[in-house]
Structures are given as C-alpha cells and as structure tokens.
C-alpha cells in the first residue's frame, strides 16, 4: 500500500478509503459463499449493539493534555469501517483546531 513512498495526508486517507472498501466488499462475499455451502439460507436474528466510539487526545512533549474528543458513530456497517471512521475524524478535527507536527498513535484493542 505505500510502497516506501511518502504520500500527503489526503493521499493517505483516500487510500484507507479504497482499502476499506475492499475489504468491506470482500467480506460481504465471503459470507454469501458461507450460506450457499452451509445450504441453510436461514434469516439471522439481529440483536442491538452499542454504536462504535471513537476518542482522540492532544499532549503535548510531556504528556499535558490540550485538546481531545470523542464521538459516537451510527449507521457504519462493520467495526473496520468504524475504526476508519475514527481515524478520518481524528484527523479532520486535529486539522480543524489547526494543528500540525501531530504524531497519530492508535489503539486497536
């Protein structure tokens, strides 16, 4: 995916966009040839979870913090998505506060 090169931040968002969507669609296929060789095509009933969330910080060298936010997700149709989601958001609200020499770290537990 970046093959050594340095791209600019929306190069790189875009990027994570097409990954994303490709991977998302390759999920959906996958799951079609799971219910065509199971041969059940039964109905899975649908049961409530959370909204994804998502969190962001600003320290500064020492660790003080600045800035942060988080924010609830709706409507996003799997948890890698989500997790992309958080990342735009991230990203767009550090650009907002006009932020800039900012070191993304993620934690993906």
Excluded: Y
């Excluded at 090169?5 to 790189?12: D, I, R, T, V, Y």
């Excluded at 199971?38 to 962001?56: H, Y």
């Excluded at 767009?92 to 537990?109: P, R, T």
């Amino acid at each position: 995916m970046f093959e050594g090169k340095q791209s600019g931040l929306l190069e790189l968002v875009e990027n994570f966009f097409v990954e994303s969507e490709m991977w998302s669609l390759a999920q959906v296929e996958e799951q079609k040839e799971e219910l065509e060789e199971r041969g059940d095509g039964t109905a899975c009933q649908k049961i409530w979870v959370p909204p994804p969330r998502g969190a962001w910080v600003l320290r500064n060298e020492k660790g003080k913090v600045f800035l942060h936010g988080r924010r609830a997700f709706s409507e996003i149709g799997s948890l890698h998505d989500a997790k992309l989601q958080v990342l735009v958001w991230s990203v767009e609200s550090i650009i907002s506060h006009h932020q800039n020499k900012v070191i993304f770290a993620l934690d993906d537990g």
